[in-house]
């Protein structure tokens, strides 16, 4: 594990713990409820999903009436797997403020079931584990590969598991295209009715991408400025500075554009475009992403060289320490997989026409940050002599520090003229919200339970996103284009700069 990847970590799970004198006491519980987690012994079930129960369950959301129950093929007694859970938890969490009390009333909520659903065998002993009171709401969390997500619903169905309160949650991605993810949808379909179905992207439980909706719409200073009238460009970022780790015979069948696109970024790219919803409603707010994913201008073979640039992360160094290249951290000779990617997207609506929507990730960048970035026109005359005005600008940051920030120009103070200075107005997380509030994991979690879709894709949105990067990948295969390199620890390969360039436009530097 390199220092880098190590630093990465503690950044983010550092801003998670909190002492309990800044725990949030008004957080309202949710019903009793069973989770059976498919794959829990997995990477997702021990970093985040277990540890985000516990910390619910700390704060007073989780009854003693609810069960936790995972599920996997590796064979563990229920004490082996409460054991192998508090290893990982300490390891990862990282919670200074660790109540073995606590904890030890939250472990007896945790049972363990050992089931082969590539073998579809073993049903019945998950069924001797779960509750037969009725009035438990029931989640199953399949944090498993998609291919096998129709199988495992088809398996519970047939095991007599499936009622009326019954969810379930997919992880992304869903599918590898648009065809693979119709035909996931179709197989889960068969089994649980849509408003059952919580296909979870978790940048959409980050408190600043909910704060975005807020912004827009409860605000009426920016409202009627959020168009091609008063914005010029928008970029949306997802920056990272570790590599594929772990992850890397997946992500070699993948790459940046599968693997953060088609999902995340595409995300926050709608809740920026879109709409006023009629209410919050998860169907008002749905429809509305819909119409911005429907309205994105196709990419073709044509236009691909044009608004993309594929990369992929050479040798170099990030925080001062020499890290190999990715063909290395795959253990592949070759490989055209792009480990980054940026797309001047375009929606072809009366909002947003001419506007330009900049979409970049990659793996191996300078730091960790996502963020999106709301780049205003300059006013169209300046006053002020020869003195520079830098356009107003509004930052979201997502990560690593959530913040909100609105950059104007003011005059410095005192005599000698006038000289102006760029300054923002600061909204950040850690220093106006005393209290813990949950991670994104948390919270979606907490809304699978309360029935709440809002945050959740619909079955037409993943498929519309995928008919979009369809497109690309497409393009990409007729046209040719190459993936360039770009040294590990850069802003990623230069054409990514060219890509703005040719619109006068430069990428911020965060």
């Given at each position: 594990m390199t220092k880098t990847k190590n630093k990465d970590e503690t950044e983010e799970k550092s801003s998670k713990s909190s002492s309990k004198s800044k725990t949030n006491s008004a957080f309202v519980p949710v019903q009793p409820f069973e989770i059976i987690v498919f794959g829990g012994t997995g990477d997702l079930a021990r970093r985040k999903l277990l540890p985000a129960l516990y910390h619910r369950y700390r704060d007073g959301q989780i009854s003693d009436d609810s069960r936790i129950v995972g599920v996997s093929r590796s064979k563990h007694s229920r004490k082996a797997y409460q054991a192998l859970i508090e290893k990982y938890y300490h390891e990862f969490a990282k919670d200074e403020d660790f109540d073995a009390k606590l904890w030890g009333k939250f472990i007896k909520l945790v049972d363990y079931v050992s089931i082969d659903v590539i073998e579809d065998k073993d049903w019945s002993a998950l069924s001797k584990t779960l509750s037969t009171k009725d009035e438990l709401i029931r989640v199953f969390y399949l944090a498993m590969p998609p291919r096998m997500f129709a199988d495992i619903c088809v398996g519970l169905k047939k095991a007599g598991l499936v009622n009326d309160k019954s969810r379930v949650v997919l992880e992304k991605p869903l599918g590898t295209d648009y065809e693979s993810a119709r035909e996931i949808n179709a197989g889960v379909g068969k089994v649980f009715k849509e408003n059952n179905?919580?296909?979870?992207?978790?940048?959409?439980?980050?408190?600043?991408?909910?704060?975005?909706?807020?912004?827009?719409?409860?605000?009426i200073l920016l409202e009627p400025l959020w168009s091609n009238q008063a914005i010029d460009h928008i970029?949306?970022?997802?920056?990272?500075?570790?590599?594929?780790?772990?992850?890397?015979?997946?992500?070699?069948?993948?790459?940046?554009l599968r693997d953060m696109v088609q999902n995340h970024l595409l995300q926050l790219l709608c809740l920026t475009a879109m709409e006023a919803p009629t209410s919050l409603?998860?169907?008002?707010?749905?429809?509305?992403?819909?119409?911005?994913?429907?309205?994105?201008?196709p990419i073709t073979e044509e236009s691909a060289d044009a608004k993309t640039v594929r990369g992929q992360y050479a040798r170099g160094k990030v925080d001062d320490e020499a890290v190999t290249d990715y063909m290395s951290d795959v253990d592949v000779t070759e490989s055209a997989t792009e480990t980054y990617v940026a797309i001047k997207a375009e929606v072809d609506n009366w909002r947003w026409a001419g506007v330009p929507i900049y979409l970049r990730t990659g793996k191996r960048m300078s730091s960790r940050r996502s963020?999106?970035?709301?780049?205003?026109?300059?006013?169209?005359?300046?006053?002020?002599?020869?003195?520079?005005?830098?356009?107003?600008?509004?930052?979201?940051?997502?990560?690593?520090?959530?913040?909100?920030?609105?950059?104007?120009?003011?005059?410095?103070?005192?005599?000698?003229?006038?000289?102006?200075?760029?300054?923002?107005?600061?909204?950040?997380?850690?220093?106006?919200?005393?209290?813990?509030?949950?991670?994104?994991?948390?919270?979606?979690?907490?809304?699978?339970?309360?029935?709440?879709l809002s945050l959740f894709m619909r079955r037409d949105e993943v498929e519309a996103a995928w008919k979009w990067v369809d497109g690309i990948l497409e393009a990409w295969e007729q046209s040719g284009q190459r993936t360039v390199l770009y040294s590990a620890g850069s802003e990623g390969p230069a054409e990514a700069d060219d890509l703005l360039g040719g619109s006068g436009h430069k990428w911020s530097k965060g």
């Open positions: 179905i919580y296909r979870i992207d978790h940048y959409l439980g980050k408190e600043t991408v909910q704060n975005l909706l807020v912004l827009r719409f409860g605000n970029e949306i970022t997802a920056a990272e500075s570790i590599g594929v780790g772990g992850r890397g015979s997946y992500y070699d069948g993948a790459g940046a409603e998860a169907n008002d707010v749905r429809a509305e992403k819909i119409k911005v994913l429907r309205a994105l201008r963020e999106i970035v709301i780049q205003f026109k300059p006013v169209p005359h300046s006053i002020f002599g020869k003195t520079r005005l830098n356009p107003n600008k509004l930052v979201i940051r997502l990560q690593p520090d959530e913040a909100v920030k609105l950059w104007f120009e003011v005059k410095e103070p005192g005599a000698g003229g006038m000289r102006l200075k760029t300054l923002p107005l600061n909204l950040t997380y850690a220093d106006n919200f005393a209290v813990r509030y949950p991670d994104a994991y948390e919270r979606l979690l907490m809304d699978v339970v309360r029935g709440n």
